[in-house]
Nanobody, 116 residues
């Protein structure tokens, strides 16, 4: 039982930066395990962008390595995605994901648009 809320999306020029936040709220005693960011570009499948465990282990899609950084503040129940050197192909709806007790939960998404 997890509620997720993303924020921080917007319109930015190529080469610019954005910082996304995802606050999580759980009414269950089960811990939230891995959390991550996904994105979906127009006409494309939703794809993993970055993931992070409670212990801080991270993984990234090859397309964003070196440009994006995922972080987690367990005390605040929040994850972040720092996006630098943005490219037009980064455009899409970014979704926060969390897993609890074997179930996946999704936020409503936040639009990121990178102009050329």
């Amino acid at each position: 039982q997890v509620q997720l809320r993303e924020s921080g999306g917007g319109l930015v020029q190529a080469g610019g930066s954005l910082r996304l936040s995802c606050a999580s709220f759980s009414g269950s005693a089960f811990r939230i395990n891995a959390m991550g960011w996904y994105r979906q570009a127009p006409g494309k499948q939703r794809e993993v962008v970055a993931g992070i465990t409670r212990g801080g282990s991270t993984n990234y899609a090859d397309s964003v390595k070196g440009r994006f950084t995922i972080s987690r503040d367990n005390a605040k129940n929040t994850i972040y995605l720092q996006m630098n050197s943005l490219k037009p192909e980064d455009t899409g709806v970014y979704y926060c994901n969390a897993n609890q007790a074997g179930l996946n939960y999704w936020g409503q998404g936040t639009q990121v648009t990178v102009s050329s």
